[in-house]
């Protein structure tokens, strides 16, 4: 039976695995989001991310679809006290909306809540660092959403792990909330950032890590395999880094071992990030229930020792 697993230092309780909401209004519409949302939580999976900006990028799109239908769903289905929700500000939405100055969070946190249409968000996070706003005026400001119930906890996203520990440093020196997550770009292929510059500071902090692009946009479904592949999807031309010699000695990897244990490449690829003890509930999305069906079974899916020393061998920097 699937367990829950306890986010950081905080009393959140969390699936496995984050639902990826930047699909929704993007390459799904809201009435399969809603299916697949509904087949979510029926295998007893609770937690979703999302940000503010998804899906500003598509056309015709302004910002703020992924939660209007994430909130849309919630309301239609009564269920918002059984979910975990994890949304982001600070990456730019168009006319000056952008940044972690406090004057900006407070208007950012009631939009978020509106589309939503929620009181609270469980998990809000610094999607981006702003250079400009001093970390302490930042942290400040976090904690006062937090007073006010708008907030559970604050988490941060794309900042690097010297702003993070400053952040914490002066939450912690002035009886402010700190940073309990970190969500960075961490999957089998791209290691050596996360471990190199977060991998220590997450353990002195006891931060939770909800890392995303967990199947590297794709590529590690064994998906694609050259260059023609890139066309399969909207995603493809992101893929095109992951071509090389490296990446062809992880899909051999994952091949051999999806293989040996009658699993897809996906499900081996996000069962190898849960083996990891520092990573808490790597995000992954599925716009099918096939796709849906790989994060189920990787939930399960277990590696010896020997297996996981030959697929962190297969994939070294």
Same mark, same amino acid.
């Given at each position: ?48 991310? &999302? ?11 302004? +910002? ?21 929700? =994890? ?8 006319? +000056? ?20 249409? &929620? ?35 604050? +988490? =941060? ?18 009886? @402010? ?50 260059? *023609?592949?890139?066309?399969? *999807? ?12 490296? +990446? ?25 990030? @849960?083996?990891?003890?520092?990573? &808490? ?13 790989? @994060? ?7 590696? *010896? ?5 030959? @697929? ?6």
């Amino acid at each position: 039976m699937m367990q829950n697993r306890k986010f950081g230092n905080s009393d959140l309780l969390v699936s496995p695995i984050s639902f990826g909401g930047n699909i929704f209004g993007w390459t799904v519409d809201e009435q399969e989001s809603f299916n697949l949302l509904d087949a979510w939580v029926d295998a007893g999976f609770n937690f979703i991310d &999302t940000a503010d900006m998804y899906s500003i990028w598509v056309p015709g799109n302004v +910002g703020g679809e992924s939660e209007t239908i994430i909130g849309n769903w919630m309301k239609s289905r009564g269920n918002r006290e059984k979910i975990v929700i =994890a949304t982001k500000l600070g990456i730019d939405m168009g006319e +000056g909306r952008c940044g972690l100055s406090a004057c900006y969070m407070k208007q950012a946190v009631e939009d978020s809540l509106r589309r939503l249409q &929620t009181d609270y968000i469980d998990l809000y996070l610094s999607h981006a660092d702003d250079p400009d706003t001093p970390v302490e005026e930042t942290m400040a400001a976090f904690h006062e959403l937090i007073k006010e119930g708008k907030v559970r906890y604050v +988490g =941060a996203s794309n900042l690097c792990a010297s702003r993070v520990e400053a952040s914490n440093k002066f939450a912690r020196e002035n009886n @402010l909330s700190p940073y309990i997550s970190l969500q960075p770009l961490y999957n089998l292929y791209d290691r050596d950032g996360f471990e190199k510059e977060y991998l220590s500071l997450v353990k002195e902090e006891g931060l939770a890590v909800h890392c995303y692009y967990s199947l590297a946009s794709g590529f590690l479904t064994g998906k694609y395999r050259c260059e *023609s592949d890139l066309n399969k *999807s909207q995603r493809g031309e992101g893929i095109r880094q992951y071509m090389n010699v490296r +990446g062809r000695m992880i899909l051999k990897a994952l091949d051999e071992i999806s293989k040996q244990k009658q699993a897809t490449p996906a499900q081996v690829a996000i069962a190898w990030l @849960l083996h990891k003890d520092y990573i &808490t509930a790597p995000i992954a999305s599925a716009t099918n229930e096939r796709q849906l069906a790989d @994060l189920f079974a990787a939930v399960s899916l277990m590696f *010896s020792d020997a297996e996981m020393d030959f @697929l962190d061998s297969a994939s070294k920097y």
